[in-house]
């Protein structure tokens, strides 16, 4: 049996900040383990993909239409894994702009 993640986890709850200089924040939960060679591919519209490890990606549903521009147009962003009020460990994060998540519609989450 394969130890692949067969579908994204979704993130249900995270936030986007913006700092002055155009930047972007993401604030996650936390996972186990340090991420290997992370990554997001976005596509410009409502869902973004967050590849954590190998094997491992999480779902970023619904980013605000605000969030959406500069998100495509930034290089990385700084994520940031949060604990209750605790920060576990942030780093930077490359990101991919794509023509389509490399996803079927069936996991992405709908209205």
């Not at 340090?34 to 619904?62: C, M, Q, W």
């Not at 079927?104 to 709908?110: N, R, V, Y």
């Amino acid at each position: 049996m394969s130890d692949k993640q067969v579908k994204p986890e979704q993130e249900e709850f995270y936030d986007i900040l913006q700092n002055a200089d155009g930047e972007l924040l993401f604030a996650i939960r936390a996972r186990s383990g340090a991420p290997e060679d992370p990554r997001i591919v976005y596509d410009g519209n409502e869902h973004a993909l967050f590849y954590r490890n190998k094997g491992f990606s999480i779902t970023l549903d619904f980013i605000h239409p605000e969030a959406r521009g500069p998100l495509a147009k930034v290089s990385t962003v700084l994520m940031v894994e949060f604990e209750k009020d605790e920060v576990i460990r942030e780093y930077d994060v490359p990101v991919r702009l794509v023509k389509k998540l490399p996803i079927s519609d069936e996991h992405l989450p709908t209205l």
